[in-house]
């Protein structure tokens, strides 16, 4: 695993939570993968397979002003060759999830392949948690 690869999948990760909290579909569209299967389990649904039942999800998610709006927490990327995934924890008004997104890289890009995010007791450290003005204390 490089540095460079790590840096690349931790910008894709941050790509889709811009586009969650944007409510942004086009954007959500960007992030997924287009020829390698994928699948989606978000909190409290069954899973969903299929780039056509995990982009339907989305658009209904991101059109609802009442979706949650996370902001990742601590990610952490493990790259494989051509596949990675990262951990780390979504804050929802103070509450956490964590969330493990999968990435495969297509034509180039790391594209997503799978998200899941679950309820956790997990807080992340001090240092992790960031408004724009810097770390919380």
Request: with cysteine; net charge negative; hydrophobic share 45%.
């Amino acid at each position: 695993m490089t540095a460079r690869a790590e840096q690349e999948v931790l910008f894709a990760n941050d790509a889709f939570y811009r586009a969650f909290a944007g409510r942004d579909f086009r954007a959500m569209d960007g992030v997924w993968a287009r020829e390698s299967a994928v699948a989606c389990v978000h909190p409290g649904w069954g899973a969903l397979a299929g780039r056509h039942a995990v982009m339907e999800s989305w658009a209904s998610l991101l059109a609802n002003p009442r979706s949650p709006t996370p902001a990742c927490r601590d990610p952490r990327a493990f790259v494989y060759a051509d596949a990675a995934f990262v951990i780390c924890l979504e804050e929802l008004e103070g509450n956490f999830l964590l969330a493990t997104n999968v990435f495969v890289r297509e034509k180039g890009a790391w594209r997503m392949v799978h998200h899941q995010s679950g309820p956790t007791a997990d807080r992340p450290a001090p240092e992790a948690v960031r408004d724009d003005r810097g770390p919380l204390h």
